[in-house]
Nanobody
Framework: QVQLVESGGGLVQAGDSLRLSCAAS????????MGWFRQTPGKEREFVAA??????????RYADSLKGRFTISRDNAKNTVYLQMNSLKPEDTAVYYC???????????????????WGQGTQVTVSS
């Protein structure tokens, strides 16, 4: 498994932007698919975005409700995955979790079950 540490959360106002980072340990970071999920009290952890790639291209997938506002990216040289969040809304308030799962196969990376490692989460609060 890989160890994950999120950072970059905080308190912002509606309309602001925020970039979350997730630093991963281990030398095999590039072999993992990476995802972001979020959770609010009393609700299940929900999919936000995922990023995978092969030798030809990079694949990104987003929750339908977040397309156009959130962007996932990764820097394999830094073992880090990012989540750029723009035009934030109060309903984006949540704890955001980074996750890593073995790439390849036919996994659905919008599902929590596709991931083997999770970070501790970082709080994002958006005030109106």
């Amino acid at each position: 498994q890989v160890q994950l540490v999120e950072s970059g959360g905080g308190l912002v106002q509606a309309g602001d932007s925020l970039r979350l980072s997730c630093a991963a340990s281990g030398r095999t970071f590039s072999s993992y698919a990476m995802g972001w999920f979020r959770q609010t009290p009393g609700k299940e952890r929900e999919f936000v975005a995922a990023i995978t790639w092969n030798a030809i291209t990079t694949y990104r997938r987003y929750a339908d409700s977040l397309k156009g506002r959130f962007t996932i990216s990764r820097d394999n040289a830094k073992n880090t995955v990012y989540l750029q969040m723009n035009s934030l809304k109060p309903e984006d308030t949540a704890v955001y979790y980074c996750a890593a799962g073995r790439a390849g196969g036919s996994r659905d990376y919008s599902l929590r079950s596709a991931y083997d490692s999770w970070g501790q989460g970082t709080q994002v609060t958006v005030s109106s």
